[in-house]
């Protein structure tokens, strides 16, 4: 038998130290280091044997519908199986409400196993009745030992397991806490050697720092097939899920549901919810196309630009890059001859969505020469468009599809880079192309 030994693992970033310190050698953090038993590992009598292409199954692309067409969107057509599908998101943000509801509709073809280390069997019950699912059938099981979980799927011959959370479940072999870096290791590694070995689709719930990021080691994420993340505004009954790596499908693809009494329903028009028509025609706001996953979006950025009350004027934007904002400004200035520095700007993206793409600098730019001229844009209008810092307009990707996008919502114009003008304008559409921020401003005003 190996002689365990101790180690001490960093329950941030899962550093290792022979010897417990205040301070986290590697991401200084303090008082993170904690105890754990580390055994060597024992090599395995006997391994899987070689095949070739010709020797797989004939459904080698197949894959489980959810039930939700946008919840298959983010996956990259639905679930695979084999795959370890890591979801995370702030409490009370309905993870374990859509991913029963996906359980309920998986379970029509295949059977399911949902295990729960957080509630009842009464408190799953109660959630089901509430949500009117129809789910008498489904294998339900409330453990935190991940052994006995694995076990018990394998009895029921589950296809699909959800496991709701990663934090709760403990390994025999592990001598740590519940959520501690140890046990999340070796709680993913058993889930994801069971899930390839028995072609096992599995979901596992994380919870989130405060951080916003997946609790745990980094190592966790790059363990599993998919991590998708919850994202939800407080103030709005939509909630969006944005997948942030997937080896089945475009990482940074996005699904937008909405909050009911009887759980989820997908979006399946998020331009509507992120385009508030009745103020395009205000000053200071304009409507782009920003690209999301694999699909085109039209949302509404305003920009609010006000004398300042103090020595320091203020910067604020949300849903884009509070950086970004600084960057476009001093553009602007030299660029646009167009100063703000004793005004207060303030730019948000309608809905709370958060844009990470440079395609919004355009019309970020744009709203802000709106509101600070007082003059509404003209109706009917979009734009798109990277800035460099000597004031050109750069092409971004996915232009024809963009312009394509905006004319299907009703959109009669757009300013776009001299890059991205289509070979075939859609019919009733205006495109200009320009080359120069002045010559973007000149058009638009």
Known sequence: MPKAKIAYLCSECGAHSVKWVGQCPDCSAWNTLTETTISAPVPAVGGAKTKTLDELPDDIEFRHATGFGEFDRVLGGGLVPGAVVLLGGDPGVGKSTLLQQVSAYL??????????????????????????????????????????????????????????????????????????????????GRIVQFAKKNDVAVFVIGHVTKEGAIAGPRVVEHMVDTVLYFES????????????KNRFGASGEMGV????????????????IFLSRESVDEPGSVVSVAWEGSRPLLVEIQALVADSNSN?????????????????????????????????????????????????????????????????MPERLICFGEIGLAGEIRPVRFGTERIAAAAKQGFTRAIVPKGNMPKHIPDGMQVVGVRRLSEALDDAF
Request: proline share 3%.
């Open 107 to 188: 379970m029509q073809d295949v059977p399911v196993c949902y295990a729960t280390g957080e509630e009842s069997l009464r408190q799953i019950g109660q959630r089901s009745i509430r949500l009117g699912l129809d789910a008498s059938s489904m294998n339900l099981l409330a453990d935190t030992s991940i052994e006995n979980v694995l076990s018990e799927a394998q009895k029921c011959k589950a296809r699909v397991l959800v496991i709701d959370s990663m934090q709760t479940m403990t390994s025999e072999t592990v001598q740590s806490a519940p959520g501690s870096v140890a046990q999340l290791r070796d709680g993913v």
């Open 233 to 244: 505004d407080p103030a709005s009954r939509y909630s969006m899920i944005r997948s942030v």
């Open 312 to 376: 320091y004027s203020k910067r604020l934007a949300q849903g884009v890059d509070q950086n970004r904002l600084a960057l476009l400004l001093a553009v602007l200035q030299r660029h646009g001859s167009l100063s703000v520095t004793d005004e207060d700007v303030f730019v948000n993206v309608v809905g709370g969505l958060r844009i990470n793409e440079t395609a919004v600098d355009l019309p970020t730019l744009l709203a802000i020469v709106s509101s600070f001229r007082d003059r509404a």
């Open 257 to 272: 549901f909405a909050m009911t009494e009887a759980g989820f329903l997908e979006v399946s028009n998020p331009s509507a």
